[in-house]
């Protein structure tokens, strides 16, 4: 089950956040900046010491993919252009890869073709809303 999503833009702003179950603590949203922070300082100095993926390696294949813990799992996508969608789920919950990849679809098609909407900025569309749902309680 996923229990929340993030969305965190090149520079490691938080541009959407939403939980999608009351099962895990909801962060408040000073909170929820300072775990965008976070993760995107991580995601960047994990991309630069991987000894994995040297050379000619996609840029987007490097950094933190995903972090277990006993009570959760976070699964990171990053897309071509930097954006990280970051998926809260159970332990066990694996192969959010194609399910993350479709949000960003989404936030494309409903946040990116919205002529209101500026680039690096907080996502506020309830089509992308309800979408988001749908694909979250589809998986």
Same mark, same amino acid.
Do not use: W
């Given at each position: 089950?996923? #229990?929340?999503?993030?969305?965190?833009?090149?520079?490691?702003?938080? /541009?959407?956040? $939403?939980?999608? +179950?009351?099962? !895990? %603590?909801?962060? +408040? @949203?000073?909170?929820?900046? /300072?775990? %965008?922070?976070?993760? #995107?300082?991580?995601?960047?100095?994990? +991309?630069? !010491?991987?000894?994995?993926? $040297?050379?000619?390696?996609?840029?987007?294949?490097?950094? !933190?993919?995903?972090?277990?813990? $006993?009570?959760?799992?976070?699964?990171?996508?990053?897309?071509?252009?930097?954006?990280?969608? /970051?998926?809260?789920?159970?332990?066990? #919950? %694996?192969?959010?890869?194609? !399910?993350?990849? $479709?949000?960003?679809?989404?936030?494309?098609?409903? %946040?990116?073709?919205?002529?209101?909407y500026s680039l690096e900025m907080p996502?506020? +569309?309830?089509?992308?809303?309800?979408?988001?749902?749908?694909?979250?309680?589809? @998986?």
């Amino acid at each position: 089950m996923i #229990h929340a999503l993030f969305v965190i833009n090149r520079s490691g702003g938080l /541009i959407y956040s $939403k939980d999608f +179950s009351g099962q !895990v %603590a909801q962060l +408040s @949203s000073n909170e929820a900046l /300072i775990f %965008a922070g976070t993760f #995107h300082g991580i995601h960047a100095l994990a +991309s630069r !010491v991987s000894p994995a993926l $040297k050379g000619r390696a996609a840029t987007r294949d490097r950094g !933190v993919q995903y972090i277990d813990t $006993k009570g959760l799992r976070l699964h990171c996508f990053q897309t071509p252009t930097g954006l990280k969608f /970051i998926a809260v789920t159970d332990p066990l #919950h %694996a192969g959010l890869t194609d !399910v993350l990849a $479709k949000a960003y679809k989404l936030y494309c098609d409903y %946040a990116l073709k919205n002529p209101f909407y500026s680039l690096e900025m907080p996502i506020r +569309s309830d089509l992308f809303d309800t979408m988001l749902r749908q694909l979250v309680q589809a @998986s």
